[in-house]
């Protein structure tokens, strides 16, 4: 099957989100409760699950880790750079900077899983579960000095993160699940990719924005182009091969996290600006994406 095809339902998915969200009666209110759901019930039951029941290679997913974290580390870097000719206070650049490195884990586990079946989501869980701490702790320490507490209590609570710290201790020490709660969290989880899709697509927001658009279109080069081919050479280096090369593409070339907007916004931070970034790379990564999967299957 043609890789267009192949990505099409899930990119589909996203688009029927943001028709609905602007052409059904529905309000503000049932599409942050959706995303709620699907956030603090759906996915973590999807992580969980899948990290339960697949055979992981140690071995091979600690290089993997290593990838995905110098990878963001890039991102940071080379988004930095536009901000010279960025032309935003530096609150706003701050905000903007998170989408040069943050990913949207809701694309990731659908793709890994279209792609890799159990196994590809369970490497792209296990990979975006352990770089969740590291892009909270990188977006958070540029918007605020004073952050630290917050952010601790912040990752103590998050459900991605959560779940896959019980999906991982499950698997290393060999917990079977009874058939009932196996079929339990299969229910939930067969929920979580659809509705999580449609939630991204249902978050698309455009508007004007301050700044220069050259810096804004950096931002969007870096995290779907540059940052592929970072993790590409870093895979080389590090000696990921097969499945763990292929997740460690994908996940760098994913569009930019809708959590980076609600930090932005929490925190008094350029939340359009942001907004405008993770609606760009998430209908721009429909073709790149495409392309990636595509170059590593071939």
Not at 53 to 73: K, N, S
Not at 240 to 248: P, T, V
């Amino acid at each position: 099957m043609p890789t267009f095809l192949l990505l099409l339902p899930d990119f589909a998915l996203i688009v029927l989100g943001a028709v609905l969200r602007r052409h059904l009666d529905l309000s503000d209110a049932f599409w942050s409760g959706l995303e709620r759901l699907v956030y603090f019930v759906l996915f973590p039951a999807l992580l969980f699950g899948a990290l339960l029941r697949t055979h992981i290679d140690w071995g091979e997913a600690w290089p993997l880790f290593a990838c995905g974290l110098l990878t963001m580390v890039s991102g940071f870097l080379l988004g930095w750079t536009s901000q010279p000719f960025a032309r935003l206070s530096p609150m706003a650049f701050a905000s903007r900077l998170q989408c040069a490195y943050r990913f949207n884990t809701y694309v990731g586990i659908a793709v890994a899983g279209k792609v890799h079946g159990a196994a590809g989501i369970a490497a792209m869980g296990a990979l975006a579960g352990a770089m969740v701490p590291f892009a909270n702790i990188m977006a958070v320490g540029m918007m605020a000095r004073h952050g630290q507490g917050r952010l601790v209590q912040e990752l103590l609570r998050n459900p991605l993160v959560l779940a896959t710290m019980a999906g991982l201790a499950g698997n290393l020490a060999g917990l079977t699940l009874p058939v009932p709660a196996h079929q339990f969290l299969q229910r939930l989880a067969d929920a979580s990719i659809a509705l999580g899709l449609l939630a991204v697509g249902a978050a698309l927001r455009w508007g004007r924005v301050e700044g220069h658009w050259a810096g804004s279109v950096w931002l969007v080069v870096v995290k779907l182009i540059l940052l592929p081919l970072t993790a590409l050479g870093l895979a080389q280096v590090l000696g990921l091969e097969g499945l763990w090369r292929q997740i460690a593409v994908l996940f760098a070339a994913l569009p930019s996290a809708s959590s980076a907007y609600i930090l932005a916004m929490r925190m008094g931070g350029d939340g359009p600006g942001v907004a405008w970034l993770i609606s760009a790379t998430t209908i721009v990564a429909a073709a790149t994406l495409t392309f990636w999967v595509g170059w590593l299957a071939a």
